[in-house]
C-alpha cells in the first residue's frame, strides 16, 4: 500500500510509473481493497481480545478505517470525471494518506492486544489464522527481546548495547 501510494504522489509531480488519470484512480481503488483485508484481521483481534480497552480501540480504528475507505470511494469516483483537476487528485491522495496511516495505526493496535492477551478461536474458524500469526509474532517478539537483554556489551555509562541493525518484529510486514 505504501509503494502505491508513492507511485500516487509521484503521479502529482508528473513522474513514475502512473501515466494517465485512470491508473491513478485504479491505485487509489487497488489501496482501498487492500485495506480491507487489513481491516478484517484487525476486526478479528478485536473480537478475541480479553483486554477490553484494546477490543474498544481495535474496533474504533476499524470504523476510521471504514470511513475513511468510503470517503475515498466518493473521491475516487468523482477524480475519475474531474480531468486535469489538480486539487481533486492532491485531495484523493491526502485522504489515502490518512487511510494508510490509520491502518498503520491499526496495526500496532492489534500487536498491543497481542500482547495483552488473545483467547484461542475456534479451529477452522475466520479468526484461527489471525491468532496463529499473532501467537507467532509474539513468539518471535519474545525471542527477540531475549536476545536484546542477553547482550553483555555495555557502553562506559554501563548502559547496554543494542544493535542497530536489529530490528524488533512488526505485524505491519505479514499482515
Keep these: 500500500m505504501a ?17 494517465n488519470k485512470e491508473a491513478f484512480v485504479c491505485a487509489a ?6 485495506c480491507q483485508s487489513v481491516t478484517n484481521f484487525i ?19 476499524v470504523e476510521q478505517i471504514l470511513t475513511i475507505t468510503n470517503q475515498l470511494s466518493i473521491l475516487s469516483s468523482v477524480s475519475s470525471v ?15 494518506q490518512n487511510l494508510l496511516h490509520t491502518v498503520l495505526k491499526g496495526v500496532h493496535a ?3 492486544a497481542c500482547i495483552t492477551g488473545l483467547k484461542q478461536p475456534e479451529p477452522n474458524s475466520d479468526g484461527a489464522e489471525a491468532t496463529a500469526l499473532c501467537f507467532q ?9 531475549a536476545q536484546q537483554t542477553s547482550n553483555p556489551k555495555t557502553d562506559e555509562l554501563g548502559l547496554r548495547k543494542i544493535s542497530l541493525h536489529s ?3 512488526s505485524l505491519a510486514s505479514p499482515v
Design 137 to 145: 509474532w509474539k513468539r518471535n517478539l519474545e525471542i527477540h527481546r
Design 29 to 34: 481503488k487497488d489501496v482501498m481493497s487492500k
Design 43 to 61: 476486526q478479528v483481534i478485536a473480537n478475541h481480545c480479553l483486554d477490553a480497552q484494546c477490543a474498544l480501540e481495535l474496533s474504533l480504528i
Design 110 to 112: 492489534a500487536e498491543t
Design 82 to 96: 474531474t480531468l486535469g483537476c489538480k486539487a481533486s487528485d492532491e485531495i484523493l491522495v491526502k485522504n489515502t
Design 3 to 19: 509503494d502505491t501510494l508513492y507511485n500516487m504522489t509521484q503521479y502529482l509531480r508528473n513522474r513514475g510509473p502512473l501515466l
Design 167 to 169: 530490528v524488533a518484529p
